[in-house]
């Protein structure tokens, strides 16, 4: 493989980004503490549209304090989204709490309403409730928040949005995150802005987000000694991180219309082959595009999705299939799951082609190159 590589998604990163990072050398404010945390703190809160936002170094970290400060126990029953990232669910096992896995819909792909309501009424027939939902916006596309919130509302249990994949995205101009009781971010380098690794938790609950910052710093209690009356982590952005997220923050519409326009090249290139199918937007909802993903139907294309994967792969050209459904992964064999088999057959035949905001015109020649040869065959 002498070609070079094109990966799926690979950090973007800006002369602003390193100028800030400089300056928090210059400054000597390296650690967890920093103008560049409350800085980011506050852009991102005015961005997404909530009273706040706390910043932490993954998206597992948010949704791990989103669990604590919704006091969830041993036990507690947790609904998550099932087709998701392994992030969205670990968080349940660190507190020891019971997973459920819930399928999607097919319009966007996230957590279904009805199946949702149908593990609700299961767990209410067994006399507890859930303690939490988790809904995700999987590759930028938003949930149906209105109809997720509402059955939420009726039944009066807390929703965490995890956004990881979806800052930049919005339904009617609301911003994913910004929905649920906690919304949850990633930096991580793969996503559409990057820290090199981060995460944010944004609510409207100033005093919980508190509180989060609290539990992020070892759960230090006022003192001039350390003192500790609760189990705490070590969960801090550091300031040189923040730095970074500071000037991603700035071009962040910039490499939306990037991954936009990306999502717009494999439509051109593929929206006509029989067999190939994108993801539309519903009326109102606005993706943003984090990755671009194909659904292939083998019977009328010729070809699997691990077929146009290798063929790519052959290329060095990087692709992927779509998260592997949660209730199908090992880890949780025992838990429960509820829907049908929608997160399974997008699997089956989903791919994610390579979408950072910085591939060039030449990396695009070889992939259209790629993937004509290999559904002309
Ligand atoms: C990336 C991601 C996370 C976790 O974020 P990290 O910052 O990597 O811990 C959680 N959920 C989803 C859907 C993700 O894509």
Same mark, same amino acid.
């Given at each position: 493989?002498?070609?070079?590589?094109?990966?799926?998604?690979?950090?973007?990163?800006?002369?602003?980004?390193?100028?800030?990072?400089?300056?928090?050398?210059?400054?000597?404010?390296?650690?967890?503490?920093?103008?560049?945390?409350?800085?980011?703190?506050?852009?991102?809160?005015?961005?997404?549209g909530?009273?706040?936002?706390?910043?932490?170094?993954?998206?597992?970290?948010?949704?791990?304090?989103?669990?604590?400060?919704?006091?969830?126990?041993?036990?507690?029953?947790? %609904?998550?989204?099932?087709?998701?990232? %392994?992030?969205?669910?670990?968080?349940?096992?660190?507190e020891?709490?019971?997973?459920?896995?819930?399928?999607?819909?097919?319009?966007?792909?996230?957590?279904?309403?009805?199946?949702?309501?149908?593990?609700?009424?299961?767990?209410k027939?067994?006399?507890?409730?859930?303690?939490?939902? %988790?809904?995700v916006?999987?590759?930028?596309?938003?949930?149906?928040?209105?109809?997720?919130?509402? %059955?939420?509302?009726?039944?009066?249990?807390?929703?965490?949005?995890?956004?990881?994949?979806?800052?930049?995205?919005?339904?009617?101009?609301?911003?994913?995150?910004?929905?649920?009781?906690?919304?949850?971010?990633?930096?991580?380098?793969?996503?559409?802005?990057?820290?090199?690794?981060?995460?944010?938790?944004?609510?409207?609950?100033?005093?919980?987000?508190?509180?989060?910052r609290?539990?992020?710093?070892?759960?230090?209690?006022?003192?001039?000694h350390?003192?500790?009356?609760?189990?705490?982590?070590?969960?801090?952005?550091?300031?040189?991180?923040?730095?970074?997220?500071?000037?991603?923050?700035?071009?962040?519409?910039?490499?939306?219309?990037?991954?936009?326009?990306?999502?717009?090249?494999?439509?051109?290139?593929?929206?006509?082959?029989?067999?190939?199918?994108?993801?539309?937007?519903?009326?109102?909802?606005?993706?943003?595009?984090?990755l671009?993903?194909?659904?292939?139907?083998?019977?009328?294309?010729?070809?699997?999705?691990?077929?146009?994967?290798?063929h790519?792969?052959?290329?060095?050209?990087?692709?992927?299939?779509?998260?592997?459904?949660?209730?199908?992964?090992?880890?949780?064999?025992?838990a429960?799951?509820?829907?049908?088999?929608?997160?399974?057959?997008?699997?089956?035949?989903?791919?994610?082609?390579?979408?950072?905001?910085?591939?060039?015109?030449?990396?695009?020649?070889?992939?259209?190159?790629?993937?004509?040869?290999?559904?002309?065959?």
């Open positions: 493989m002498d070609k070079p590589k094109i990966y799926l998604s690979s950090p973007h990163m800006g002369q602003e980004e390193l100028e800030n990072v400089k300056d928090a050398f210059a400054t000597n404010w390296i650690s967890p503490a920093g103008p560049y945390i409350q800085q980011f703190e506050t852009d991102l809160a005015e961005y997404c909530t009273a706040g936002a706390a910043v932490v170094q993954s998206g597992t970290a948010a949704i791990h304090l989103a669990l604590r400060l919704l006091d969830i126990q041993p036990n507690d029953k947790v %609904i998550c989204q099932s087709l998701t990232f %392994i992030g969205s669910s670990n968080p349940i096992l660190y020891k709490a019971q997973p459920i896995f819930v399928d999607s819909e097919e319009a966007t792909w996230n957590l279904c309403p009805l199946a949702l309501e149908e593990a609700i009424k299961a767990c027939k067994e006399g507890v409730l859930p303690k939490a939902i %988790i809904v916006h999987l590759y930028g596309m938003p949930a149906k928040m209105k109809e997720i919130m509402a %059955i939420a509302q009726r039944y009066s249990i807390p929703v965490i949005e995890d956004a990881a994949e979806a800052l930049g995205s919005f339904i009617d101009g609301q911003a994913c995150g910004s929905f649920g009781d906690f919304g949850v971010l990633s930096f991580n380098g793969n996503k559409i802005i990057t820290t090199s690794g981060g995460g944010a938790l944004l609510s409207n609950n100033t005093k919980a987000l508190e509180k989060a609290f539990l992020a710093t070892q759960a230090k209690d006022q003192a001039p350390y003192q500790h009356s609760e189990m705490g982590y070590n969960y801090r952005m550091s300031n040189i991180a923040a730095a970074i997220g500071v000037g991603q923050l700035k071009v962040l519409n910039e490499r939306v219309a990037a991954r936009r326009a990306n999502h717009e090249f494999y439509k051109d290139l593929l929206g006509a082959v029989p067999g190939i199918n994108f993801l539309p937007e519903p009326k109102g909802y606005s993706s943003n595009r984090w671009s993903c194909v659904l292939i139907d083998a019977q009328k294309t010729g070809c699997t999705a691990e077929e146009v994967r290798l790519l792969e052959q290329d060095n050209i990087e692709s992927r299939p779509l998260w592997k459904p949660m209730h199908l992964q090992p880890l949780f064999e025992s429960p799951y509820y829907g049908q088999r929608v997160a399974a057959t997008l699997f089956d035949n989903g791919l994610c082609l390579p979408s950072g905001s910085n591939l060039t015109d030449r990396e695009k020649e070889r992939i259209a190159s790629q993937l004509k040869t290999v559904f002309s065959s």
